[in-house]
């Protein structure tokens, strides 16, 4: 069975309305043949921002500031703790850079008050299997000097399923 020209024409411009209609509907619609409907993909808002991976040798830990784009679609503070849990890129492994941060570690909550200071809860595995005050120092240093990228906050409260005391002090 052969299509006509005019056929092919008319599925494409039928498509192309199916597909403007669901977006102006407010649908979310995976685009499969995105250059056949003659949409253009629109992607999230993303802001700027820093993270700190660290270089490490057997005598000390040197941070290294490194930059990420992160979601604008969440408070800031938020959207750098969760960019800094993925760890680093392939590249940035190539460079020797590494996070201290262990794999388990789960971000909760993140809050930055009036006076500039930000409280960031992570589920237990921040301080599951770690050890050694030189790598509790640069989890640590991590996360505080990432949080202290963001304009406004001037120091740093973690926090461990709600509890400060004693979280990574080495």
Avoid: N
């Avoid at 200071?117 to 770690?130: K, P």
């Amino acid at each position: 069975m052969s299509t006509s020209p005019g056929h092919r024409v008319r599925h494409h411009s039928y498509r192309r309305f199916m597909v403007r209609k669901l977006l102006a509907a407010g649908c979310v619609v995976m685009l499969v043949a995105v250059a056949a409907t003659g949409c253009r993909v629109v992607s999230l808002p993303q802001v700027d921002a820093k993270v700190f991976l660290v270089r490490t040798s057997s005598q000390e830990i040197e941070l290294v500031a490194v930059p990420r784009s992160v979601s604008a679609e969440m408070p800031l503070a938020e959207a750098v703790l969760r960019e800094l849990l993925k760890g680093p890129t392939a590249a940035e492994r190539r460079q020797g850079l590494t996070s201290l941060i262990p794999e388990k570690a789960a971000f909760r909550s993140v809050s930055v008050g009036e006076s500039g200071v930000a409280w960031a809860d992570f589920g237990e595995g921040l301080e599951e299997g770690i050890g050694g005050s030189m790598r509790v120092l640069g989890i640590r240093q991590q996360i505080e000097a990432t949080l202290m990228t963001i304009p406004g906050i001037k120091s740093v409260i973690l926090s461990v399923e709600g509890e400060t005391e004693g979280v990574l002090q080495p």
